[in-house]
Nanobody, 123 residues
Framework: VQLQASGGGLVQAGGSLRLSCEASGRTFRVYSMGWFRQAPGTEREFLAAIVWPGGSPYYADSVKGRFTISRDGAKNTVYLQMDSLKPEDTAVYYC?????????????????WGQGTQVTVSS
């Protein structure tokens, strides 16, 4: 499974960005996709994930109410809509995928990773 993330960039505080992550290859093996981020000198942080079929999205407390994850199954793509961005949201954002349906938030629990996309929020 290959993951291609896009949509990062520079935005002012209070602004919005939408990240996309397209899965290709053996996508039939994937039942969970999610987003993480990593700022310099920190560990990779869970943000949001979605499980299918029928699972509801789940979020880290730090982004709940500001970030929304969604999925377009026909396009094998997961999105992360990020609103009310803050300077502390600045990081490299990664998408991840996994064959399992467990609601896990640890980076080591996810099998597939995309390349990161930089998000910079200016004050």
């Amino acid at each position: 499974v290959q993951l291609q993330a896009s949509g990062g960039g520079l935005v002012q505080a209070g602004g919005s960005l939408r990240l996309s992550c397209e899965a290709s290859g053996r996508t039939f093996r994937v039942y969970s996709m999610g987003w993480f981020r990593q700022a310099p000198g920190t560990e990779r942080e869970f943000l949001a994930a979605i499980v299918w079929p029928g699972g509801s999205p789940y979020y880290a407390d730090s982004v709940k109410g500001r970030f929304t994850i969604s999925r377009d199954g026909a396009k094998n793509t997961v999105y992360l809509q990020m609103d009310s961005l803050k300077p502390e949201d600045t990081a490299v954002y990664y998408c991840a995928a996994d064959p399992g349906r467990t609601r896990h938030t640890l980076a080591r629990s996810w099998d597939y990773w995309g390349q990161g996309t930089q998000v910079t929020v200016s004050s």
